[in-house]
């Protein structure tokens, strides 16, 4: 761990994750922790960050960290203001805010994209810019779109190595709520792993009318024509279903975790769409290696 020459530190709203560095941009070491945005004790960011390194790193005062996320948000670390699309991936990083550690190390944080659309509604990215930064430099296309599964699910279009558009879909969100809080959710019991329920939700009606669609994750229950114990896998599927349902010939890229993007594959898989699975890690690490070389 002496070897490492930078750390990369992605901090958002509930997750703290790092990862040692090394001078062939390796990774040394990861560290995970519960330690969002929201559970640092009076915004004391400086201290939170250095209580984790100090336990972790014996040369942790001497190693830049390069940081994306929500530490980058109002509610943050330090605010660095969005970036509007159109916005080339490689300039991102010339809007980083750099400034100096407490103990004297480097620190930049890179900035969040932000679109408006012409009936004037506005979407926002953090941190899912690094990931498409890296995906760019993976895969060697100057032009592609993007599906980034997750609470808040990203669709990016790329053109000329630009952003020019997103959407957000509150899919991950959204399921939780109904798993949760909702008469769907509500008295289940335990719940069992079901491709086949997962895709009969991908292929549940998709006419547009979602609010009333998802109610089928309640009624097919009580008609038996989906086990109790598999109907949040239905659920999901559905959701994801509804989310993937704009797509028709184009080739979409999924970068995330292992879990979600099986459920992605599988869900493409069944609705005929062509598409290519990325690690969602190896794309945020290259695009923060990227970040630093331009730096």
């Known amino acids: 761990m002496n070897h490492a020459e930078w750390l990369i530190v992605d901090w958002g ?29 009076n915004g004391d960011f400086s201290g939170a960050l250095e209580s984790v390194l100090k336990n972790w790193l014996e040369n942790y005062q001497e190693l ?7 530490v980058g948000s109002a509610q943050g670390w330090v605010p660095v203001p969005y970036e509007k699309t159109p916005v080339k991936l490689a300039d991102i990083a010339n809007k980083s805010t750099r400034f100096t550690l407490s103990w004297g190390a480097e620190a930049v944080i890179v900035p969040g994209i932000y679109d408006q659309s012409n009936c004037n509604n506005y979407d926002v990215m953090r941190g899912e810019e690094i990931q498409l930064l890296g995906l ?32 957000t879909y509150m899919t991950g969100e959204f399921f939780s709520i109904l798993s949760k809080y909702s008469i769907i959710g509500m008295g289940l019991p335990a719940q069992e792993n079901s491709s086949s329920s997962f895709l009969k939700g991908v292929l549940s009606d998709r006419s547009g009318e979602l609010l009333n669609t998802v109610f089928s994750a309640r009624t097919l229950r009580i008609f038996e024509k989906i086990k109790e114990t598999e109907v949040l896998d239905y659920l999901s599927g ?15 890229y999924i970068v995330g975790n292992t879990f979600l993007s099986e459920k992605y594959r599988l869900a493409c898989d069944s609705l005929g769409l062509k598409y290519e699975l990325v690690n969602g890690d190896l794309a945020f690490l290259e695009g923060m290696k990227q970040v630093r070389e331009m730096l």
């Open 238 to 252: 559905l959701l994801i279903g509804h989310e993937l349902s704009h797509f028709k010939n184009e080739t979409v």
């Open 64 to 70: 830049p960290v390069y940081m994306a996320g929500m």
């Open 13 to 41: 709203t509930t997750n703290f994750r790092a990862f040692a560095i090394d001078e062939n941009g390796e990774v040394l070491s990861k560290l995970e922790k519960p330690m969002g945005l929201l559970q640092v004790n």
């Open 136 to 167: 760019q430099n993976i895969i060697l296309k100057d032009e592609f779109i993007a599906v980034l599964p997750g609470t808040h699910s990203k669709h990016v279009m790329v053109k000329e190595k630009k952003v020019e558009t997103f959407k």
